[in-house]
């Protein structure tokens, strides 16, 4: 990623109560501490009930819609297979993914109404190629103590991506956002999350 006027445009998706919005605040607060114009833009579908939820989010030296167009994602982060395969077609060919190994059935699958996709890494290799990353966010978080860190390791995850943004900077932010005593654990998710994944 470079600051060269371009609009960069990450997409965000995942399921209800996975801290999808918390996510993209976290980057957010990390970007505009680095001086670049933030906007964004949430869907929430049911998101109490374990529904989608999705962020538009665009930075860059000065954006002037919140909104992506379909086709023109740079980075897909999802915390969720299905939901990631969901907006497959708004990546751009040469876009990056970043994806959650982790499956939560939507009450039309645990009816026995639809399956489940299978391989759903496998159809985003043959798409993008090297440019996905697949994460095991939810085995990490629980290995630290606290399955809620789940989204903190994705973002830690993401931020291998952004050249300008430093470690600090991302640490920075997820202080000013969560509570003190939150801290310590979430702190040591992101790093655990940016380990996970080698660019």
Same mark, same amino acid.
Request: no cysteine; net charge positive; proline share 4%.
């Given at each position: 990623m470079s600051n060269n006027g371009r609009t960069h445009n990450v997409f965000l998706s995942g399921v209800g109560g996975q801290g999808t919005i918390l996510a993209s605040n976290i980057l957010g607060?990390?970007?505009?501490?680095?001086?670049?114009?933030?906007?964004? /833009?949430?869907?929430?579908?049911?998101?109490?009930?374990?529904?989608?939820?999705?962020?538009?989010?665009?930075?860059?030296?000065?954006?002037?819609?919140? &909104?992506?167009?379909?086709? +023109?994602v740079d980075y897909l982060i999802s915390?969720?297979?299905? +939901?990631?395969?969901?907006?497959?077609?708004?990546?751009?060919?040469?876009?990056?993914?970043?994806?959650?190994?982790?499956?939560?059935?939507p009450p039309s699958v645990s009816l026995g109404k639809m399956e489940y996709p299978k391989d759903v890494e496998q159809i985003f290799r043959e798409h993008f190629k090297e440019n996905v990353w697949v994460v095991e966010g939810n085995r990490i978080a629980k290995k630290l103590g606290n399955i809620q860190v789940a989204n903190i390791v994705m973002i830690g995850a993401l931020s291998n991506f952004?050249?300008?943004?430093?470690?600090?900077?991302?640490?920075?932010?997820?202080?000013? &956002?969560?509570? /003190?005593?939150l801290h310590e654990i979430n702190v040591k998710a992101f790093q655990a999350g940016r380990s996970a994944v080698k660019v």
């Open positions: 607060q990390a970007l505009l501490n680095a001086g670049y114009d933030v906007k964004k /833009a949430e869907v929430h579908g049911m998101a109490q009930r374990g529904g989608d939820v999705t962020t538009h989010f665009r930075f860059g030296a000065k954006v002037f819609s919140p &909104l992506i167009k379909q086709g +023109e915390f969720e297979l299905l +939901e990631a395969l969901r907006y497959i077609n708004w990546v751009k060919p040469e876009g990056k993914i970043v994806l959650n190994n982790y499956s939560i059935l952004f050249s300008e943004l430093n470690p600090q900077q991302w640490i920075g932010a997820i202080q000013e &956002l969560l509570p /003190a005593k």
